[in-house]
């Protein structure tokens, strides 16, 4: 099979990557869908008052699981080829990934605890009108939040209009 992706001109002025400006941390959407047609999907909006910085390691520390999982393995592995016994290896791995881990988690609680959430999960199988209601109002709050930020990055939304969209967001999720 050959997938074939084709890009058109777009009738827009494109924006030069000198001008964009840098993407948002207001949070992060997550969606799954089991074999059985279950679709979950958690909205996880930061308070709009929470520091900049701190943002960034709370979207950082949301990586760091499937990071130091990954990074294990592959030192593991390293281990065993060079034949450093499994016990003294793990004792590495763990010196290592849990203190970054722990100090991750404790930087970010206060955003972490700030932060709205939104969760909605319906059955593709069978009607869920109470599912699919929770599902539709976690979806126009998720496009109305990332229209807004591409639109920012874009040039065409200012600083101020973006802080006010994403505000009424984190209030109706809060709501």
């Not at 890009?7 to 207001?26: F, G, K, M, T, Y």
């Not at 990071?67 to 034949?83: D, R, T």
């Not at 009607?127 to 539709?136: I, K, L, T, V």
Request: hydrophobic content about 45%; some cysteine.
């Amino acid at each position: 099979m050959v997938i074939e992706q084709r890009s058109l001109p777009s009738p827009h002025h494109p924006v030069p990557p000198a001008l964009r400006r840098p993407r948002p941390h207001w949070g992060h959407l997550s969606r799954s869908v089991s074999r059985y047609g279950v679709v979950s999907s958690t909205l996880v909006i930061y308070a709009p008052d929470s520091p900049e910085i701190e943002r960034r390691w709370a979207e950082l520390a949301r990586g760091y699981g499937v990071f130091a999982f990954g990074g294990g393995l592959l030192v593991w592995i390293g281990c065993a080829a060079a034949g450093i016994p499994p016990l003294a290896a793990l004792a590495v791995i763990a010196a290592v990934t849990l203190p970054v881990g722990i100090v991750l988690a404790r930087r970010t609680r206060a955003v972490r605890h700030a932060a709205a959430t939104v969760s909605a999960c319906c059955s593709g199988l069978h009607p869920d009108d109470e599912g699919r209601a929770a599902q539709r109002r976690l979806d126009a709050i998720a496009d109305s939040l990332m229209g807004a930020s591409a639109a920012y990055r874009a040039g065409d939304l200012d600083g101020p209009a973006f802080e006010r969209i994403w505000r009424a967001a984190y209030a109706h999720a809060l709501s």
